[in-house]
C-alpha cells in the first residue's frame, strides 16, 4: 500500500485566493511527522511546514497552513490567498519515528496560479 | 551557511561507465539518504544511511550502491549506469531524533543524469 497519497496531479487557482492540496497517508506508527515541500521550476526543494502526529493543533506558517485529520489519515495543505510565485510542485511527505525513521514523498501535486 | 552540496549539478554519461555522486553536509546531521525523482511518480528513496557504517535499501536500490565512512558524507555510485537510470537525484540529510520539529529533510540541489 502506498504510504503517502496525493491525488490531485495538477490544480488551478485564482491570485488572491485559497487552494487545498490533498494528502493522505498510511501507518500504524502512532510516533510520525507530516511534511509539505514545495519545487518550483527551479528545482531545489524547500520546506514548507510540519505537522507531528501528537500535535494538537494543525500547523500555520505564514500563508501555509495543515490541516490534519489524524481519524481520516488526511494532511493537506492549504494555501491562502495564493501569489504567482506559489506556481510550483507540491510534495507531501512522512516519517515514521518508531520504525526506520525513513521519509515516503508523494508522487506531487502541480499547483498553476492564474492572474 | 547550513547546507546539503551535491556534485554535479548535471552529468551526461555512457552506458557501463562507472559514475559517482558526491553528497556532503555541515549540520551534523545522523540521517542521510539519496531519491530519485521521475515525472509522475515523485521522489523514491534509493538508500538511507541512520548514521556512520550504517545503510539500508530504500524502495528502488538496484544498480546503486552507497558508503557511509563518514558522518557529513554519502556518495551515491553507479557502477553501471543505464538509460532506465536516467534521472533528478536528490541527496538529503536530517537529525534522527524522534517526533518533533527540526526533523526536517533538507536536500541538495540535484543531480540531473542522462545516461545514453
Known amino acids: 500500500a502506498q504510504k503517502i497519497t496525493q491525488t490531485q496531479p495538477g490544480m488551478f487557482v485564482q491570485e488572491k485566493e485559497a487552494v487545498t492540496l490533498d494528502c493522505t497517508y498510511d501507518?500504524?506508527?502512532?510516533?510520525?511527522?507530516l511534511f509539505w515541500y514545495k519545487q518550483p521550476s527551479s528545482g531545489e526543494m524547500i520546506f514548507l511546514i510540519y505537522?507531528?502526529?501528537?500535535?494538537?493543533q494543525n500547523a500555520t506558517e505564514g500563508r501555509y497552513s495543515l490541516n490534519f485529520q489524524k481519524a481520516r489519515k488526511s494532511a493537506n495543505l492549504v494555501i491562502s490567498a495564493s501569489q504567482l510565485g506559489d506556481s510550483a510542485m507540491y510534495f507531501c511527505?512522512?516519517?515514521?519515528f518508531g520504525t526506520g525513521n525513513q521519509f515516503y514523498f508523494g508522487t506531487g501535486t502541480s499547483l498553476t496560479v492564474i492572474p | 551557511e547550513a547546507q546539503v552540496t551535491q556534485n554535479p549539478r548535471y552529468l551526461i554519461t555512457v552506458t557501463g561507465k562507472k559514475l559517482t555522486v558526491t553528497c556532503s553536509q555541515n549540520?551534523?546531521?545522523?540521517?542521510m539518504s539519496w531519491y530519485r525523482q521521475d515525472p509522475g511518480l515523485g521522489l523514491r528513496q534509493i538508500y538511507y544511511?541512520?548514521?556512520?557504517?550504517?545503510?539500508d535499501k530504500g524502495d528502488v536500490p538496484e544498480g546503486y550502491k552507497v558508503s557511509r565512512k563518514e558522518k557529513r558524507n554519502f556518495p551515491l555510485i553507479l557502477e553501471s549506469p543505464s538509460p532506465n537510470q536516467t534521472s533528478l537525484y536528490f541527496c538529503?540529510?536530517?537529525?534522527?531524533?524522534?517526533?518533533?520539529?527540526?526533523?526536517?529533510?533538507?536536500f541538495g540541489q540535484g543531480t540531473r543524469l542522462t545516461v545514453v
Open positions: 538529503a540529510s536530517s537529525l534522527s531524533s524522534a517526533g518533533r520539529r527540526g526533523t526536517e529533510a533538507f
Open positions: 501507518t500504524s506508527d502512532p510516533s510520525y511527522g
Open positions: 505537522q507531528g502526529s501528537y500535535d494538537q
Open positions: 511527505a512522512m516519517r515514521e
Open positions: 549540520m551534523n546531521h545522523e540521517y
Open positions: 544511511s541512520m548514521n556512520v557504517e550504517v545503510t
